[in-house]
């Protein structure tokens, strides 16, 4: 049976960097938990940061591949740099992925960890930039695909072209 990492916050776990959940309701993502394909973690977290934190985004809305290859930080709305704990949330995402044998996950759009399609644009104002998270170039970067929350339905299809 093929796993699927997902977002911790998407399973209702408060996780989130103000304590808070985002709990779905897609009834896809409700089965595959029941059949026990779901591999919950939050790489914020497992990098080492409270619950909760400030928020954080990645500097110039330049991208999870940048923070990756040092051309980026992270920043806290506090101004601390949290660069280190997001790669090691992002390796520790990526060793769970592999530990599990996942191809797929499910993440939450518009995180600086998950983001798959936009990230906050660094500026603290609620603006919005294409780009992914770090978590997500890292997991994408070694063949894991990800979808957001909101396209649950291509990771449906994607499922049944890895179990055909």
Not at 11 to 33: F, I, N, P, Q
């Amino acid at each position: 049976m093929e796993r699927i990492l997902v977002s911790a916050c998407l399973m209702g776990r408060r996780v989130r960097y103000d304590g808070g959940a985002k709990t779905s309701s897609d009834e896809r993502l409700a089965a595959w938990l029941r059949e026990g394909r779901l591999v919950p973690f939050c790489p914020e977290v497992a990098g080492g940061l409270a619950i909760p934190r400030p928020a954080a985004e990645i500097e110039g809305g330049a991208g999870g591949a940048a923070v990756l290859a040092g051309a980026a930080r992270v920043m806290a709305a506090d101004g601390s740099d949290v660069t280190a704990e997001f790669l090691a949330g992002a390796r520790a995402a990526l060793a769970a992925a592999r530990a599990c044998g996942a191809r797929l996950a499910v993440l939450k759009e518009g995180s600086p960890s998950c983001g798959a399609l936009a990230i906050y644009d660094g500026t603290f104002t609620g603006r919005r930039a294409p780009g992914q998270g770090v978590t997500t170039a890292l997991l994408e970067g070694d063949g894991i695909r990800v979808f957001t929350e909101d396209h649950v339905d291509a990771a449906a299809a994607y499922l049944r072209t890895l179990e055909t």
